[in-house]
Nanobody, 125 residues
Framework: QVQLVESGGGLVQVGGSLRLSCAAS????????MGWFRQAPGKEREFVAA????????TYADSVKGRFAISRDNAENRASLQMTSLKLEDTAVYFC??????????????????WGQGTQVTVSS
């Protein structure tokens, strides 16, 4: 059974940094594309970033480009999201997701097969 567990969320001030981690188990992590999504209260889930199975493909939402960096460690079965220069509008629950065989349209949440439970990121002034 595939399981994704996020960690690393918390409370941070505007301009600060956080590193989210997604630990995967129960499947062939190295063959999955991994994505990060977020959902703020009263808003729809939105795409943040994604990385292909080989890490050669990385894509970001315009709102986080240049501030966030996605990475993966296939030996550790882990995906990470380094977030810097955090803004108030980055406050949300962040979810990691996995998709087997996804090579395009990473921003479309329905293409992902597995989801974590989410981790809260709160940016305060």
């Amino acid at each position: 059974q595939v399981q994704l567990v996020e960690s690393g969320g918390g409370l941070v001030q505007v301009g600060g940094s956080l590193r989210l981690s997604c630990a995967a188990s129960g499947g062939s992590f190295s063959s999955w594309s991994m994505g990060w999504f977020r959902q703020a209260p009263g808003k729809e889930r939105e795409f943040v970033a994604a990385i292909g199975w080989s890490a050669g493909t990385q894509t970001y939402a315009d709102s986080v480009k240049g501030r966030f960096a996605i990475s993966r460690d296939n030996a550790e079965n882990r995906a990470s999201l380094q977030m810097t220069s955090l803004k108030l509008e980055d406050t949300a629950v962040y979810f990691c997701a996995a998709s087997q065989g996804l090579t395009a349209n990473f921003h479309q949440h329905y293409r992902y097969d597995y989801w974590g439970q989410g981790t809260q990121v709160t940016v305060s002034s």
